[in-house]
């Protein structure tokens, strides 16, 4: 059973880190409708492979880089933030001289997941792929900013499962179904509500909210900037902006992947 994470909620306040967060202010790029229809057949599992430990051990790549890495799964309806907060947040921790890398789910299906639809059995493969490349990136120590709907609780639960205790850090974009609908920034809703669009998360087919996120954010209550900032604290204070591992139990687990 996994570590319960400390939960935080962020409600209105004046950021802290107005300092940190560079003008930059990204928005989700524009959207083209896939085709509906599962491409994928089901994996096969393999058993003649073998695993083959590297040479050069996480923690040495977390020393060169000065960070520890880590992933923020950012979940929520189409049109919560997730992109926008998270892309906001990349140009911030640029800034301070970390790497980063941006998962983006439009973006992985143009070419990672192009062969994939939006049934729930190609939904599920899309999170899990999803979630192997993370494991990759944070294990060399880079800072993942996954941004996916992501709508079944199983399959998070099982990329958390995936990554070393507390590399996995569940961002839950909670902003009401009425709120994206009423901003629709790709013209989804619309679609959806017209009959054009079927198997849309959130009109016809279920979003299920975290019931333990790490952070929940109220898109519609802050601003992106005070959001990012509210994150980059969160990374400062469990220690991921730093090499050296803090007296947080959290971080306890440095170098052990």
């Given at each position: 059973?996994r570590e319960?994470?400390?939960?935080i909620h962020c409600?209105?306040?004046?950021?802290r880190y107005?300092?940190?967060i560079a003008p930059?202010?990204?928005v989700?790029a524009?959207?083209?409708?896939h085709?509906l229809?599962?491409a994928a057949?089901?994996p096969?599992?393999?058993?003649?492979?073998?695993w083959?430990?590297?040479a050069?051990?996480r923690r040495d790549k977390e020393?060169?880089l000065n960070?520890?890495g880590?992933?923020?799964?950012?979940?929520?309806?189409?049109?919560?933030?997730?992109?926008?907060?998270?892309c906001?947040l990349e140009?911030?921790l640029?800034?301070?001289?970390?790497?980063t890398?941006?998962?983006?789910?439009?973006?992985?299906r143009?070419?990672?997941?192009?062969?994939?639809?939006?049934?729930?059995?190609?939904?599920e493969?899309?999170?899990r792929?999803i979630?192997?490349v993370?494991?990759?990136?944070?294990?060399s120590?880079?800072?993942t900013?996954a941004?996916f709907?992501?709508?079944?609780e199983r399959?998070r639960a099982k990329v958390?499962s995936r990554?070393?205790p507390?590399?996995?850090?569940?961002v839950?974009?909670k902003?009401?179904l009425?709120?994206?609908?009423?901003?629709?920034?790709k013209g989804l809703?619309?679609?959806?509500?017209?009959?054009?669009?079927k198997?849309?998360?959130?009109?016809?087919?279920?979003?299920?909210?975290?019931?333990?996120a790490e952070i929940v954010?109220?898109?519609?209550?802050?601003?992106v900037?005070?959001m990012?900032?509210?994150l980059?604290?969160?990374l400062?204070?469990?220690?991921?902006l730093?090499s050296?591992p803090?007296v947080n139990g959290r971080c306890?687990?440095f170098?052990s992947?």
């Amino acid at each position: 059973m996994r570590e319960h994470a400390s939960w935080i909620h962020c409600t209105p306040r004046t950021p802290r880190y107005h300092a940190t967060i560079a003008p930059t202010r990204c928005v989700a790029a524009p959207h083209r409708v896939h085709s509906l229809a599962s491409a994928a057949a089901p994996p096969t599992a393999c058993s003649n492979i073998t695993w083959h430990e590297g040479a050069v051990k996480r923690r040495d790549k977390e020393k060169l880089l000065n960070q520890r890495g880590c992933v923020l799964w950012f979940t929520g309806l189409s049109g919560s933030g997730k992109s926008t907060v998270a892309c906001t947040l990349e140009h911030a921790l640029v800034q301070r001289g970390h790497l980063t890398t941006l998962l983006d789910g439009d973006n992985i299906r143009h070419g990672l997941n192009s062969n994939l639809g939006f049934s729930q059995v190609d939904r599920e493969e899309n999170i899990r792929r999803i979630g192997e490349v993370s494991k990759l990136l944070v294990e060399s120590g880079v800072i993942t900013l996954a941004s996916f709907i992501s709508p079944y609780e199983r399959d998070r639960a099982k990329v958390r499962s995936r990554l070393a205790p507390g590399d996995f850090i569940e961002v839950y974009m909670k902003t009401p179904l009425a709120v994206c609908e009423r901003r629709d920034p790709k013209g989804l809703y619309k679609l959806a509500r017209a009959g054009k669009l079927k198997g849309f998360t959130g009109i016809d087919d279920p979003y299920e909210p975290p019931n333990n996120a790490e952070i929940v954010l109220e898109s519609d209550k802050l601003s992106v900037e005070a959001m990012a900032a509210e994150l980059l604290i969160f990374l400062d204070s469990r220690g991921f902006l730093s090499s050296v591992p803090s007296v947080n139990g959290r971080c306890a687990q440095f170098g052990s992947s």
